[in-house]
């Protein structure tokens, strides 16, 4: 079992920046593939940002050179970083891991949280 907190979010005007954290309950040495979704009523679920174990990072078009995604294995947390932000990044963002096991992969999500751009 996986549990994974997300915080950071908020309101932010358009241009500014957030960082968006995501700790999880155990090393993340163990899990494959940690993501950043994001999801709204205009363009439901969309992929933000993926980083593997083996430290490849993979993003969406529509946020490639504004956000980053890195992780800290000493804290078990990983991080989106967002700049430049725009009213369309407003959804709610939600952090995934999966984690392969005997019987295959195995997805976990968290909360999510609430990221509003807005002057």
């Known amino acids: 079992q996986v549990q994974l907190v997300e915080s950071g979010g908020g309101l932010v005007q358009p241009g500014g920046s957030l960082r968006l954290s995501c700790a999880a309950s155990?090393?993340?040495?163990?899990?494959?593939?940690m993501a950043w979704y994001r999801q709204s009523p205009e363009k439901g679920r969309e992929l933000v940002a993926s980083?593997?174990?083996?430290?490849?990072?993979n993003y969406g078009e529509a946020v490639k050179g504004r956000f980053t995604i890195s992780r800290d294995s000493a804290k078990n947390t990983v991080y989106l970083q967002m700049n430049s932000l725009k009213p369309e990044d407003t959804a709610v963002y939600y952090c995934?891991?999966?984690?392969?096991?005997?019987?295959?992969?195995?997805?976990?999500w968290g909360q999510g949280t609430q990221v509003t751009v807005s002057s």
């Open positions: 155990r090393s993340i040495f163990t899990i494959t593939v």
């Open positions: 980083t593997t174990s083996g430290g490849t990072t």
């Open positions: 995934n891991a999966i984690r392969y096991s005997s019987s295959g992969p195995v997805n976990y």
